[in-house]
């Protein structure tokens, strides 16, 4: 019944390793996100897709990669891990409306990253 | 730039008492704000929003207030509860699906 649901829920790895998180909704949502909570509680947006294509790609490294194989799910792969990645990500979804803007983001309960 | 300022970033309140969170924005074109609230440990859910066609909403103990002009709207929380205590979040979009969230608030309820 989980509408965003996200695996992992805990990783821990040493740095320079490679990790992928996986993220699916069953809201029907056109539009996915990852955002990530550093230690001090500040949610950044990382990316935003909208029905498998990117429209929001902030200021990242590329070492962070999105895939989305279709509009239900959003996988975030990591490439060579550095101690600063440790965070908790979160997924979310959510759904645009024809003539209004800004739109309710559901979270998923988050992937607690740990580099070691 | 796209920029949301949240204070206090702490907030301690006896509890039976009201909480107030204040919120700024940058983007005058923003035009919805919605208010998250975080349990520890738990992902963050909307507990409240507002769009710019009015300037408050109110849900039992709840209440959302923004001013356009001034760019700045917050979150009222009467009659303070224990499960209050989280962390709240405001956020304001910028552009059609990018929500820029605050730094957060810490409120705490002292029983």
């Known amino acids: 019944d989980t509408a965003v649901s996200q695996t992992p829920k805990y990783l821990v790895t040493q740095m320079g390793n490679d990790k992928s998180i996986k993220c699916e909704q069953n809201l029907g949502h056109d539009t996915m996100y990852w955002y990530k909570q550093d230690s001090k509680k500040f949610l950044k947006i990382m990316f935003s897709y909208n029905n498998k294509e990117l429209i929001i790609n902030e200021t990242v490294p590329n070492r962070f990669s999105p895939k989305s194989p279709d509009k239900a799910h959003l996988n975030l792969h990591i490439n060579s891990l550095e101690l600063g990645d440790s965070a908790v990500y979160f997924c979310?979804?959510?759904?645009?409306?024809?003539?209004?803007?800004?739109?309710?983001?559901?979270f998923g309960e988050g992937s607690w990253l740990t580099v070691v | 730039g796209e920029n949301v300022e949240q204070h206090p970033s702490t907030l301690s309140v006896q509890e039976g008492d009201s909480a107030v969170i204040k919120c700024t924005y940058s983007d005058s074109a923003s035009n919805y704000f919605p208010w998250y609230k975080q349990e520890l440990g738990k992902r963050p859910q909307l507990i409240i929003d507002i769009r710019s066609n009015v300037g408050e909403k109110k849900d039992q103990r709840i209440a959302v207030t923004l001013n356009k002009t001034a760019k700045h709207f917050s979150l009222h929380i009467t009659e303070t509860q224990p499960e209050d205590s989280a962390v709240y979040f405001c956020?304001?979009?910028?552009?059609?699906?990018?929500?820029?969230f605050g730094t957060g608030t810490r409120l705490t309820i002292i029983p």
């Open positions: 979310a979804s959510s759904q645009p409306r024809t003539g209004t803007s800004g739109n309710t983001i559901y």
């Open positions: 956020a304001a979009n910028f552009g059609n699906e990018k929500l820029t």
